[in-house]
């Protein structure tokens, strides 16, 4: 394994390596932050929503009139006004179309039905207790088995549509995986269902959209991961001109995918603004935010591994069906219909995979793509690795040695997956190995051997995951058309600072810190010296934004070429100010000397200045440049978490005791950011395996839709993470950074579930779903059917 | 999210409060923390016409020992009884059950005066009160009673106040012998409801044979219940692991829990069970250490 | 009618409906917008202000009820300087969205006034009633504990 990055520049430059303060901080200690809510501007209007109680239901008829009388009642909107418009309904991120607000037909429960536009927020919620709307409930579909077994059409509106299914989808080689589990000396095989999860992120969405009547010029400050996307997409939908729109993305507080849809409160309160003539703010609330934006997951998922007499896998098979809600919504590269799951085969040596995805609409709210997944990557991860243990379990050996002989070696990179990922780089033995040292493993193995059996029950689990990020090269990757490639911007200024603009959007991530030291890095500038400006598409390169780890990927790239490019012409004004030839010069951060004269200097300030006062003839004045990268590969970050655990047999409750992170990031930008990233990952991994999920009644009533019912852990619940680094740079990146915001939520859910079912297996325990809630823990350990 | 309008009073003393509440009859509430009723009100699950906000009749907010009792007043927050030696020598169920109330921050506003008024059968401390064997002071302007829990009590969000009356105290008695109790709760996590939580008191001679009893249980029927059958069981034994089984037997048997999100009803009377065991096992334990 | 508060030492007032959530009040009618609101049952904390020094969840009270009470709101933590918490907040890397940290401080700075070393479960303990989606919790407590060091040390 590689060592830990040494930082070529100084901690006051603050170049890559260093953990540097996080200069978007002063603002956010002083509650100085710029949220959407925050933004009040003359005349403003509230806008609330309307939304189906009932989860199927056809619209009989809507009577808004004693709502329309109401003192402080601006406006109420239908989908019937905006069919009008031509807006009732509206493409969707996979190329179908969603409703805005309902016409025909109500197909989840929280579905917008109606919108109120108020002078007050308070005036606007009351006005929606006096609309009336006339329901006639159908029959709820409320899972996709149920969904494909109907003869009930939920999508009885779309052309062509003749069943409930939203997509097939087939990867890898059936085949050959054919073949060799024809052949195999043991199947090892998993039936789960990842659940529904929902990223929550502690602002909800809105927007305060600004039609100025007199300009046309729509400006729109909203909640939003792509900004640019944002603004193209709602040229397209809404027929407005795009160089008339702007979208300002300022404060975010917290996205995790939940905020890269564009959902029907931003497109009727643009709407309304632009039929009314003033701002209208729409913020929804947290219930609206869980119960109809963006959800995660939901992959019911079956998945088998075929081994040899060796123990070594040979082939894997995964069929999913994917509940998609009552639209395909997801966010996701087009050609991908579900999403990146074929990176299932994880970070295991074999040659035949067969991948097969079917999608089914239900009566519930549409996604599944979100909530830091890297593209479904959180289930395929999940998947392999709760099939190792269970293939570990099987056969009676220790999890870490069936990884150790099944994992794709270092001297095997770059490697051709069986379903077409070309891993970058890697070093797996050397993640597990510093894993398993730092937790102790053959300690707590030796402690789990010796235990009380009726006392509380020690598990241990591991998970090695492998993940792809950086979406990513334009001949593969592209969303709705766009292909996936950012941008920067990059202006120094004659006093030697800078400007730096990013087509990526930070909703916590803290990009104005890191991808300044990025510059650093490159020119020597000191990062507090750079300013960082994300959000607003008037005043920043075209970028795709930021979700499933590729701001550094891409975006960091990005930025380092176009530092790069600066230096080459700042080398050009250097040889010019020492009146050298530029072959003569040597750089060292921050610095143009001249060789075998070290005396003989400019710095990147001098150059900086002289771009403007003193820059040669025939060569342009100004030190500017962009850059649009476009990946020529994903990267792949990998690692390996234990997780160990204490299962209480009276009450099912487990408590983590013990547990180690090592992750390899390749290079770490500011370690005490990824730090914070990997740790809030951990948490969020513990939440969905302990306590969060939303599921649903048979009538289509959504439990957990709030956040009563909802768990999102608390310090209390939350266990203490131990971390460690190994460091495997990306071959293909610029500065070798991988990324990382997203690999402890794709790599942490199974060892915690490997923990606890490593403390039960002896109890012929084999498998419990996420969340492991106590009653199933208990259900498991009784042989009591538990539902649900 | 925001609540439906009504009328605010805020009356500065306690004669114009119970004025006020008679006038109004059921037409008014009292909001004292309000960390019950707002949230409701915001969900427009309730929707009273007027509020009677009691804030200000800080004289109510006392915790203290009076004659063989600990006295409560209706200002008295949650938080005011965490930590709180007179409360820990007192009751020590109380003591035991305070810090899982809700959430710190709820702690800091909500009053236990409230909570008990409020007659949640998820809520925390009608369990502690039925098994101490507390009451309930009702005070309204034509005078003052006093209503044992287990009267208090009546059903799911319902108790025995009459129009006009409202809750100015509750008291707590002292234990006799040597006592002890736990609160024992099963939450899926912090500010969540219980699953299924126990209250156990146990009050020793000197002999250590069990004097007074008290199990009394949340979220797991229509209101908090107190297990009369286990606690009759008890009175007049000599601890022991067996005894405390069938207790603890009794009372899973004895509650009537919903099969919902927090599990199935098997699943949660295995859970009284276990939890009833070890809460007398506590309440034991301090009763001999003599703490 | 007529709410009066002093917000950061200062006095303020203004008419609202008696069913005005002190937070909207905080936001809207006195413009400060650094108390934040995260949901709609109680659940998150972010709306944390402090009412007479004692941190509660401003959503779940009304204005009308902090008439004549004093309220300290994140934009009241500075006195000049920084205060420890926020100094602190900064260099342990205590926040990444800063939605929650507002109120993380403020529960923060009415521990600290009762323990200025607290133990890490004090902490968690302390901050049981405030959510954080982005953090995982870690440098939040963190945090806490190096501004109560920080003010021990003076």
Known sequence: MTTTHEPITTFEVGGVGHSILRKEDDRFVQGAGNYVDDIVLKDMLHMAILRSPLAHARILGIDASEAEAMEGVVAVVTGAMLEGYNLAWMPTLSGDTQAVLATDKVRYQGQEVAAVIATDPYIAKDALAAIFVDYEELEAITTPQQSLATETLIRDEKEGQTDNVAYTWEAGDAASTDAAFAAAHRVVSLDSHYPRSHPAPLETCGCVSDVNPITGQVTIYLTSQAPHAHRTLFALVAGLPEEKIRIISPDIGGGFGNKVPIYPGYVVATAASLVIGKPVKWVESRSENIISTGFGRDYHMNG???????????????????????????????????????????????GAAHVTAKGAFTNKAPGGVAYRCSFRVTEASYLIERLADKAAHEIGMDPTEFRALNFIKKEQFPYLSPTGFVYDSGDYHGAMDLAKEMIGYDGWREKQKNQDPDGK???????????????GPSKDYDIV???????AELRIHPTGKAILKLGVKSQGQGHETTFAQIVA?????????????????????YGLGTYAS????????ATAMVARKLREKARKLAAHLLEASEDDLEWEVGKFSVKGSPESFVTIQDIAFAAYTNHPEGMEAGLEGVHYYDPPNMTYPFGTYIVVVEVDQADGTWQVVDMVAVDDCGVRINPMIVEGQITGGLTEGFAKANMQWITFDEGGNCIGSNFMDYLVPTAWET?????????????????????????????????????????????????????????????????????? | MYPPAFEYWSPRSLDEALGKLQELGYDGRVLAGGQSLIPMMKLRLAAPANLVDINNLTDLAYVRADNGHLAIGALARHADIVDNAEVKAISPTMASAAPWVADPLVRNRGTVAGSIAHCDPEGDWNSVMLAVGASVVASSSSGQRVIPISEFVVDFFTNSLTEGEMVTEVRIPRAAGSAGGAYLKLERKIGDYATAAVATFLDLANDGTITSAGIALTAVASKNLKVTEAEQLLIGQTPSKELFGEAAAIAASACDPESDVRGPAEYKRAVINAYTKRGLDQALAQAQGGS | MKVTVTINGTPQ???????KLLVDFIRTELGMTGTHIGCDTTSCGACTVLLDGTPIKSCTMFAASADGHEIQTVEGLKNGELHPLQVSFKQNHGLQCGFCTPGMMLVGKALLEKNTSPTDDEVRWAISGNLCRCTGYTNIVKSIQAAGAAIEGN
Not at chain 1, 458 to 469: C, K, P, Q
Not at chain 1, 481 to 487: E, I, P, V
Not at chain 1, 550 to 557: E, L, M
């Open chain 1, 719 to 788: 266990p203490k993470f131990k971390l460690g680094e190994t460091v495997t740079p990306s071959p293909h990146h610029p500065i070798g950074a991988k990324g990382v915001g997203e690999s402890a939520t794709v790599g942490s859910p199974a060892a915690y579930v490997n923990a606890v079912v490593d403390a039960l297996w002896s109890r012929g325990v084999t498998n419990i779903d996420m969340p492991v809630l106590p009653h199933r823990v208990w259900g498991a350990l009784n042989g009591v059917d538990v539902k649900p």
């Open chain 1, 550 to 557: 590729r701001s550094t990927p891409v975006g960091g790239a």
């Open chain 3, 13 to 19: 007032s203004a008419d609202v409906e008696p069913r």
């Open chain 1, 457 to 471: 029950l020690i598990g241990i689990g591991v998970a090695s995951f492998t993940e792809v990020v950086g979406a």
């Open chain 1, 481 to 487: 058309g766009l292909k996936m490639f950012d941008s």
């Open chain 1, 521 to 541: 890095e490159e020119l020597g500038i000191a990062a507090n010296d750079i300013k960082v400006i994300e959000g607003d598409t008037d005043n920043t390169p």
């Open chain 1, 304 to 350: 088998s591994l075929a081994l040899d007499e060796n123990n070594h896998i040979t082939a894997m098979r995964a069929n999913i069906l994917s509940d998609q809600g009552a639209f395909f919504a997801d966010a996701q590269p087009s050609k991908f219909k579900a999403g990146l799951f074929h990176i299932c085969t994880g970070s295991y040596d074999f």
